[in-house]
């Protein structure tokens, strides 16, 4: 069977769903049995009163986002994976058209009741497009609370890791475990020594402060924003946050498909920021890295970082030139294939590695890492 014919019967294996003859049950790649996955879970709901067992909940319960339903969230966030923009457009409409999730975009008070989570944040990304009114304004409330809350968690580690090396000869009010001096802390109490309880009484706890870089730094984060990199968006944009808010530091954001848009001017905001975002379409690396090369200013004080998929859809080439002549100007180069809690993700590899042949390092990372490696950077500079 020619590769044409194989592809044929995959598509109207696709198409039929499950109950297709026996003889094309086995047509299908992993990335196919993925998506035929995504779709029974949608589509089965068609043979309700057909003899054929239901396999989503009843519809009253697939109106939630809420993971302990049918995790909605994680499912768009599949779609999006899987299919291309226009079909993950047209398989979006038949769930919020025809499958009972109509009150995510007409009725405020069903947000309102929603337990905010990452998962909501990434969900409510995708369908704000389909939003207005009274239903915008509460999404917008949750993707406030959701970012803040991320923000929390993330901000006294990110400020840690950014401060720099332990200074052991200055004192600091800003007290973690990381920053303990125990050998200072002992010698300033041990005036303090109970004979009797033969234990020392620390009143005074010394801590070492972190040594902040002298020169400023501009870093340039660069996002690809389309629908598989939403986590990645949410969490650069947390990030940016934080690192504009550091002295001596001036953050750039820019998220690109095939066009750019640049949100510099909002990086203090990742509300606005993830408003702003458009997640989809095609993906032109190359041509946002020629824009990002137009914003550095001081090479050898500029760090660029780009999150993607490395899935160039455009000539490979322009990028590849694109990262060595930024490498040659001096400027420090990170790849990354995520960003977020789990630092996991499926990338184009051939592309990554030829951009690691140019001097990029690539990885995947958590935040905090990323944090890690930026502040390894600017001390050593």
């Given at each position: 069977m020619t590769d044409s014919n194989k592809k044929s019967l995959a598509r109207w294996r696709l198409v039929l769903g499950k109950y297709t003859k026996p003889e094309f049950q086995d047509e299908l790649s992993g990335s196919q049995t993925e998506m035929d996955d995504v779709l029974e879970q949608l589509y089965s709901r068609t043979y309700k009163g057909r003899g054929q067992r239901e396999q989503f909940p009843?519809?009253?319960?697939?109106?939630?986002?809420?993971?302990?339903?049918?995790?909605?969230?994680?499912?768009?966030?599949?779609?999006?994976?899987?299919?291309?923009?226009?079909?993950?457009?047209?398989?979006?409409?038949?769930?919020?058209?025809?499958?009972?999730?109509?009150?995510?975009?007409?009725?405020?008070?069903?947000?309102?009741?929603?337990?905010?989570?990452?998962?909501?944040?990434?969900?409510?990304?995708?369908?704000?497009?389909?939003?207005?009114?009274?239903?915008?304004?509460?999404?917008?409330?949750?993707?406030?609370?959701?970012?803040?809350?991320?923000?929390?968690?993330?901000?006294?580690?990110?400020?840690?890791?950014?401060?720099?090396?332990?200074?052991?000869?200055?004192?600091?009010?800003?007290?973690?475990?990381?920053?303990f001096d125990a050998l200072r802390t002992i010698r300033r109490n041990l005036k303090h020594w109970n004979p009797e309880l033969k234990k020392l009484v620390v009143s005074n706890p010394r801590f070492y402060r972190r040594a902040q870089p002298r020169l400023p730094w501009e870093i340039i984060i660069c996002v690809d924003q389309s629908g598989s990199m939403v986590d990645s968006v949410i969490h650069s944009a947390v990030m940016a946050g934080v690192l504009a808010s550091l002295p001596m530091v001036q953050v750039r954001l820019v998220l690109f498909d095939t066009s750019i848009v640049d949100l510099s001017a909002h990086v203090d905001d990742p509300v606005e920021v993830l408003m702003s975002a458009q997640l989809g379409g095609g993906t032109n690396i190359g041509q946002a890295v020629n824009y990002c090369e137009g914003l550095v200013s001081q090479p050898r004080r500029t760090i660029f970082v780009l999150i993607t998929d490395f899935c160039e859809g455009a000539d490979p080439r322009v990028l590849v030139r694109g990262i060595r002549r930024l490498r040659e100007a001096g400027v420090r180069l990170i790849g990354l294939a995520s960003l977020n809690a789990s630092a996991t993700a499926w990338y184009d590899k051939t592309m990554a590695a030829r951009l690691a042949n140019e001097g990029m390092e690539i990885a995947a990372l958590t935040p905090l890492k990323l944090a890690v490696w930026l502040a390894d950077v600017m001390q050593k500079s």
């Amino acid at each position: 069977m020619t590769d044409s014919n194989k592809k044929s019967l995959a598509r109207w294996r696709l198409v039929l769903g499950k109950y297709t003859k026996p003889e094309f049950q086995d047509e299908l790649s992993g990335s196919q049995t993925e998506m035929d996955d995504v779709l029974e879970q949608l589509y089965s709901r068609t043979y309700k009163g057909r003899g054929q067992r239901e396999q989503f909940p009843a519809k009253e319960k697939l109106g939630g986002l809420e993971p302990s339903q049918i995790n909605v969230p994680s499912w768009l966030q599949k779609v999006r994976e899987l299919f291309p923009k226009e079909t993950c457009e047209k398989i979006t409409g038949h769930a919020l058209e025809k499958f009972g999730l109509t009150e995510i975009l007409n009725d405020p008070e069903t947000l309102r009741n929603m337990q905010p989570s990452t998962e909501l944040l990434s969900a409510l990304l995708t369908l704000k497009g389909r939003m207005s009114g009274a239903v915008m304004q509460e999404a917008r409330r949750l993707i406030k609370t959701v970012v803040e809350d991320i923000k929390k968690k993330l901000r006294p580690d990110l400020l840690n890791a950014l401060y720099g090396k332990r200074n052991r000869f200055a004192q600091t009010t800003f007290k973690s475990a990381n920053n303990f001096d125990a050998l200072r802390t002992i010698r300033r109490n041990l005036k303090h020594w109970n004979p009797e309880l033969k234990k020392l009484v620390v009143s005074n706890p010394r801590f070492y402060r972190r040594a902040q870089p002298r020169l400023p730094w501009e870093i340039i984060i660069c996002v690809d924003q389309s629908g598989s990199m939403v986590d990645s968006v949410i969490h650069s944009a947390v990030m940016a946050g934080v690192l504009a808010s550091l002295p001596m530091v001036q953050v750039r954001l820019v998220l690109f498909d095939t066009s750019i848009v640049d949100l510099s001017a909002h990086v203090d905001d990742p509300v606005e920021v993830l408003m702003s975002a458009q997640l989809g379409g095609g993906t032109n690396i190359g041509q946002a890295v020629n824009y990002c090369e137009g914003l550095v200013s001081q090479p050898r004080r500029t760090i660029f970082v780009l999150i993607t998929d490395f899935c160039e859809g455009a000539d490979p080439r322009v990028l590849v030139r694109g990262i060595r002549r930024l490498r040659e100007a001096g400027v420090r180069l990170i790849g990354l294939a995520s960003l977020n809690a789990s630092a996991t993700a499926w990338y184009d590899k051939t592309m990554a590695a030829r951009l690691a042949n140019e001097g990029m390092e690539i990885a995947a990372l958590t935040p905090l890492k990323l944090a890690v490696w930026l502040a390894d950077v600017m001390q050593k500079s």
